[in-house]
């Protein structure tokens, strides 16, 4: 099964990162975000991509040109300029990598990809994002349903702790920044049939307004629950966030 990554954005609100590279090549662990979610991926068995480019896409070509070539390890022989590479690279997937226009939304980036997509099932998730989510458990809620497209719903982190008083100003409770009580949102990690396509118009359309709110509509779209750990990289408060779970050896989205 494919996997599409929607990697063509500007990553305005991480300016101070994106003026060099695009928001996906953005390194947590000194690894793009977009390795640490395609690994994600991976660790479940689903290892071909389809990347729609846009904004530097020229950039992320150039990483996985340099992911299989610098990849394993190598005889050089000064003497006679033959090379010979002893394994291959530490990954095993198979990258389709799809320019999709410098502009175009995220529907459009969808539709464009309709001949690379063809006639099956397929996954799709947003280049900035990385949760512990169970994708063959979703997957199988997807079939399960028989509808077009399943979102994985999750609940955010709070950006503030909560504090419970009573009315003499005493604190009852206090909770450091939950991931708790707040209401769900779409946190990627879809898994769409083709006909989702035939929602989209063009270039313009995003994939939110266009598709999924028409499909909510027709009662055509379902969500799979995802309790557990899920964050994106809107911020560079959020990058923080992101480096100092792997700095702790325990980051909650590893799977490999």
């Given at each position: 099964?494919?996997?599409?990554?929607?990697?063509?954005?500007?990553?305005?609100?991480?300016?101070?990162?994106?003026?060099?590279?695009?928001?996906?090549?953005?390194?947590?662990?000194?690894?793009?975000?977009?390795?640490?979610?395609?690994?994600?991926?991976?660790?479940?068995?689903?290892?071909?991509?389809?990347?729609?480019?846009?904004?530097?896409?020229?950039?992320?070509?150039?990483?996985?040109?340099?992911?299989?070539?610098?990849?394993?390890?190598?005889?050089?022989?000064?003497?006679?300029?033959?090379?010979?590479?002893?394994?291959?690279?530490?990954?095993?997937?198979?990258?389709?990598?799809?320019?999709?226009?410098?502009?175009?939304?995220?529907?459009?980036?969808?539709?464009?990809?309709?001949?690379?997509?063809?006639?099956?099932?397929?996954?799709?998730?947003?280049?900035?994002?990385?949760?512990?989510?169970?994708?063959?458990?979703?997957?199988?809620?997807?079939?399960?349903?028989?509808?077009?497209?399943?979102?994985?719903?999750?609940?955010?982190?709070?950006?503030?702790?909560?504090?419970?008083?009573?009315?003499?100003?005493?604190?009852?409770?206090?909770?450091?920044k939950p991931q708790i009580g707040e209401g769900w949102i779409n946190g990627?990690?879809?898994?769409?049939?083709?006909?989702?396509?035939?929602?989209?118009?063009?270039?313009?359309?995003?994939?939110?307004?266009?598709?999924?709110?028409?499909?909510?509509?027709?009662?055509?779209?379902?969500?799979?629950?995802?309790?557990?750990?899920?964050?994106?990289?809107?911020?560079?408060?959020?990058?923080?966030?992101?480096?100092?779970?792997?700095?702790?050896?325990?980051?909650?989205?590893?799977?490999?």
């Open positions: 099964m494919k996997t599409v990554l929607l990697a063509g954005g500007f990553g305005t609100r991480l300016a101070e990162e994106t003026q060099v590279v695009p928001k996906p090549l953005v390194e947590i662990g000194g690894r793009p975000i977009l390795w640490h979610i395609m690994k994600i991926y991976g660790a479940a068995g689903f290892e071909e991509f389809i990347v729609a480019l846009g904004y530097k896409g020229a950039v992320i070509k150039r990483f996985f040109f340099d992911l299989q070539l610098l990849g394993g390890s190598y005889t050089l022989d000064l003497k006679t300029g033959e090379t010979t590479q002893h394994d291959g690279p530490p990954e095993q997937w198979k990258v389709h990598l799809v320019e999709t226009g410098l502009n175009t939304q995220t529907g459009g980036r969808v539709k464009r990809l309709k001949d690379w997509i063809g006639n099956e099932t397929f996954m799709l998730t947003y280049g900035d994002g990385v949760a512990d989510v169970d994708l063959k458990a979703l997957l199988a809620f997807h079939r399960s349903h028989g509808r077009l497209a399943t979102v994985t719903a999750v609940r955010p982190p709070a950006r503030f702790g909560g504090i419970a008083l009573d009315d003499a100003g005493k604190v009852e409770t206090f909770i450091e990627g990690f879809m898994v769409l049939e083709p006909g989702i396509i035939d929602y989209i118009g063009g270039d313009e359309d995003s994939l939110e307004h266009s598709a999924l709110e028409q499909l909510s509509e027709e009662g055509q779209l379902m969500a799979y629950r995802h309790e557990g750990f899920w964050q994106c990289m809107d911020t560079l408060r959020d990058k923080r966030q992101l480096e100092a779970h792997w700095d702790s050896g325990r980051a909650p989205w590893l799977k490999w």
